[in-house]
């Protein structure tokens, strides 16, 4: 059993789109998170979300938006879509919150074109 | 501000060989330290972590010395194997700080 996992695998979408990925993890874990990977593998945390209350939010346009219906869930929705948005975005969890071991998704490939 | 980088960006080493991965931290207010491998198309993956208290930990082929006086953690991969071809991660983590931050990577290529 996949213990973080998200769709899609890959998310390809024209400029001025709106998209989401979703990410689910079955580990108990409270803490999730969105990581950004750029084209020079540089990892970067966008958003954390401890038992659905956002904890971290680094100073990522107001274009992407997390949503956690319930903790074990934490989908990105992405609006109007810019070419330097194109990445791959990654998913997290943790058992308690920041700064500690984390389980990683996939990733999900994102090409804006 | 908080960095954590890498001595080199690429690191070729022949099959059966030992392999050192280098990180060079910036805040010594850090106490947690992890690598992680991340192959092709994957997410990243834990491979050992340390914390401060420490200066030396080993695992199945590898081993994470870390050298607080000179803010320097290092990844030693013992035996090389073509399956350790990937690019490593180290990241730090400060107490009490919500997230870990991660360096540059760098990427490891066994040679046959």
């Known amino acids: 059993d996949t213990a973080v996992s998200q769709t899609p695998k890959y998310l390809v979408t024209q400029m001025g789109n709106d998209k989401s990925i979703k990410c689910e993890q079955n580990l108990g874990h409270d803490t999730m998170y969105w990581y950004k990977q750029d084209s020079k593998k540089f990892l970067k945390i966008m958003f954390s979300y401890n038992n659905k209350e956002l904890i971290i939010n680094e100073t990522v346009p107001n274009r992407f938006s997390p949503k956690s219906p319930d903790k074990a869930h934490l989908n990105l929705h992405i609006n109007s879509l810019e070419l330097g948005d194109s990445a791959v975005y990654f998913c997290?969890?943790?058992?308690?919150?920041?700064?500690?071991?984390?389980?990683f998704g996939s990733g999900t490939q994102l090409s804006v074109l | 501000g908080e960095s954590v980088g890498l001595h080199l960006p690429t690191l070729s080493v022949q099959e059966g060989d030992n392999s050192i991965i280098n990180c060079a931290y910036s805040?010594?207010?850090?106490?947690?330290f992890i690598w992680y491998k991340q192959e092709s198309g994957k997410g990243p993956q834990f491979i050992i972590d340390?914390?401060?208290?420490?200066d030396k930990r080993q695992g199945q082929r590898v081993t994470v010395l870390l050298n607080k006086t000179v803010k320097h953690l290092s990844l030693q991969i013992a035996a090389t194997q073509p399956g350790d071809s990937a690019v490593y991660f180290c990241?730090?983590?400060?107490?009490?700080?919500?997230?870990?931050?991660f360096g540059q990577g760098t990427r490891l290529t066994i040679n046959p």
């Open positions: 805040n010594s207010a850090s106490d947690y």
């Open positions: 340390i914390r401060s208290n420490m």
């Open positions: 997290a969890s943790s058992p308690r919150g920041g700064g500690e071991k984390l389980f």
């Open positions: 990241a730090e983590n400060k107490e009490g700080a919500q997230k870990l931050v």
